[in-house]
């Protein structure tokens, strides 16, 4: 599998919120989640109770977009990652794997009854000014 950029992957894991956004017969929804990223799966992990408007979507369109950003209006510290991929329930040792994880970032999450879905993402564009303004860092999977 082609590897996602070391910067990239450090600037997923310093962040711990995203926004997925979903479709439904072309309207779309957007909704913040707290996530975990399963590097060995290029895999986005969140929790969403299974009633909610864009677990609804996603169950006739699995495929999503999503965001996560810097808040700073420093110009020159501007970064952020917009990403596409196929979104899932978990199950079976994906399920555990994911669930050890984000228990492990999130224990009070052991509280909620809510399920798992992973978003296994095709492709990553993220920019960082700190590189130069506007630049641009692509990774597609192969």
Partial sequence: MNPIDKRTLKFIQEHHILTIATSNNNNPYCATCFYIFLEDLNMFVFTSD???KHI??????KSVAGAIALETK????????QFTGIINKLKGEEQKTAKRAYLKAFPYAILMQTHLWGVEVDFIKMTDNRLGFGKKIIWKKV
């Fill in 56 to 61: 609804n979507d996603i169950e006739k369109q």
């Fill in 74 to 81: 420093i110009i020159g510290k501007i970064r952020g990652i």
């Fill in 50 to 52: 299974e009633n909610t």
